[in-house]
Nanobody, 127 residues
Framework: VQLVESGGGLVQAGGSLRLSCTASGRSFGSDALGWFRQAPGKEREFVATIDWSGAVTYYADAVKGRFTISREKAKNTVFLQMNSLKVEDTAVYYC?????????????????????WGQGTQVTVSS
């Protein structure tokens, strides 16, 4: 089972990037998918999550209104569209998958509830 992120890079403040994460080895069609990030010297933090259907999303306050999470189930892929990027968005971004096993709790902002993780992709925002 593997999650592979792509789309990171260097961008100026105010610019946009679109991250992708493709899963292989099993279907993640029933799982919640999420994005987390970790800046140098800081703990990993939640960014966004989406439920198995794509209908339910939740964002960290720091990115709400600027980032959009989406998924394409047929391609086992999750995306993170990042607009109006700020210097403080600089971090390694990780995608993750969670088998929550509940019809009530369909998303999570807790890293410990995610079972599978990608290797991360670097996003650097310059001023």
């Amino acid at each position: 089972v593997q999650l592979v992120e792509s789309g990171g890079g260097l961008v100026q403040a105010g610019g946009s990037l679109r991250l992708s994460c493709t899963a292989s080895g099993r279907s993640f069609g029933s799982d919640a998918l999420g994005w987390f990030r970790q800046a140098p010297g800081k703990e990993r933090e939640f960014v966004a999550t989406i439920d198995w259907s794509g209908a339910v999303t939740y964002y960290a306050d720091a990115v709400k209104g600027r980032f959009t999470i989406s998924r394409e189930k047929a391609k086992n892929t999750v995306f993170l569209q990042m607009n109006s990027l700020k210097v403080e968005d600089t971090a390694v971004y990780y995608c993750a998958a969670a088998s929550l096993g509940s019809s009530i709790v369909v998303i999570s902002d807790v890293a410990a509830e995610y079972d599978y993780w990608g290797q991360g992709t670097q996003v650097t925002v310059s001023s």
